[in-house]
């Protein structure tokens, strides 16, 4: 399976070089590339190690002004919602830092069965999600058949108004075959977190089990493009190794990925080691991400590559959420739980993959986004519409996505207030929309007009 593994794109030599940096905080440097960032057309190598060198609080600040300059520009308030759905918590492999490895007796293991899926999704849909992740440890009873057998029961679910529409799937590297299936269920992005890109520092938490392969998991996307998933995401667990590493292994990642395939990655995660059950690793992470640095790591990522989504899980507190919002993220879960059967049945939180930082509800967190002027979206319409992969970043870069986003947005977010939210979050969210459609351009203001008015007598799932 060389072909399956070959990596020769992943090169450390000119990363150390780039991070060797004989002129941090080079003001004028800095100046430069915040220059170039303005321009929306993303950054280069040595751009980000630049930013990445930056330490004087004048020049950071400047940094996040860009990013949040940048963020606006291309996302404007809009942040669409997801939850997790784990589905399996046994794993065959020994990361150190997580609770589902193999040898952590402690755990308590859950596979859920087809009727348990259906009622985990019915939680969801009540709640008024739109969109699941779905995750599993890299062992699940039935093998790639389960995996195909939850993804259709979770669309077969139809509760009221609701339904999710849009199934994103973290699970461990698959082979192209199987990644042909998972395309012809219907899935949305696939998504993998490399941990880290740094050899070393992954042998020396990835012990046993088939991710121990480093080749097998960095090459991962190179099998799902070529298997016709358009929509991958990438991600690092920020704590492993050097956090200015992943970023520039990040960007030869997506270089990659943009070369062979035509288009990079549809979204990157920012994953932070939390504590996990029975872990001491995760207690205190070999290269712990300070939150300052955090934040600059969302900030450089939104101008290295505008177009590409940047996903903040419940790992991080309600407090840092809402910085990194302004920063450049564009999708959040809510109300999540990390453990298999955990959103129908409370009392199994003890198998759990790590500890949460931001337990409130869905609708909490969708009233403080509202109530901050930020925009909530379910919106699923491109992946349902094929605006995938390059068509969608052939729409994104031209700006002309916006015209479908703003719409979307307000659609969905009105669903949402009429079929879920309390009469309080209705007004807060009213009010957003208001002011949203007075922001948009006349044309999408008659597409938002149109589909308002579909969903306000009765129609549901209306989008454009
Ligand atoms: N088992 C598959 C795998 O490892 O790729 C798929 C999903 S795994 C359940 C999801 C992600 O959780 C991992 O990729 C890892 O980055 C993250 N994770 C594991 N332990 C963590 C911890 N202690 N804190 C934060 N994230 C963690
Ligand atoms: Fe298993 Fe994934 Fe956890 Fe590793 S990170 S132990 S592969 S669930």
Redesign the pocket.
Known sequence: MTTQTANSWLDPAPIERALANPAPNDAARVREVLAKARELKGLGMDDVAALASVTDPTLTEEMFATARQVKEDIYGHRIVFFAPL?ISNF?A?E?T????RKSNEGLQRHALSQEQIAEETEVLVKQGHKRVLM????HYPGGMRYLLDSIATIYSVKKDNGEIRRINV???PLDVDDFRLLKEAGIGTYQ??Q?TYDRKAYAEVHLRGK?SDFDWRVSVMDRAMTAGIDDVGL?V?FGLADWRFEMLSLMQHIAHLEEVFGVGCHTISV??????HG?TV?EAPPHPVVDEDFKKIVAILRMAVPYTGMIMST?ETAEMRRETYLLGVSQISAGSRTNPGGYADEAKHDAS??QLGDHRSLEEVVAELASLGYMPSFCTACYRLGRTGKDFMDLAKPGLIKQKCGPNSVGTFLEYLIDYASEETRQVGEKVIRDEMTQMGMKEQDISERIMNAINKGKRDVFC
């Open positions: 784990y794993c492999n990361c830092y997580c609770a589902f995750v599993a440890g890299e973290n699970v461990a993998l977190f941990e991710k991600g667990l994953p932070r080691m939390e504590p996990a872990s995760a790992r993959q790590f």
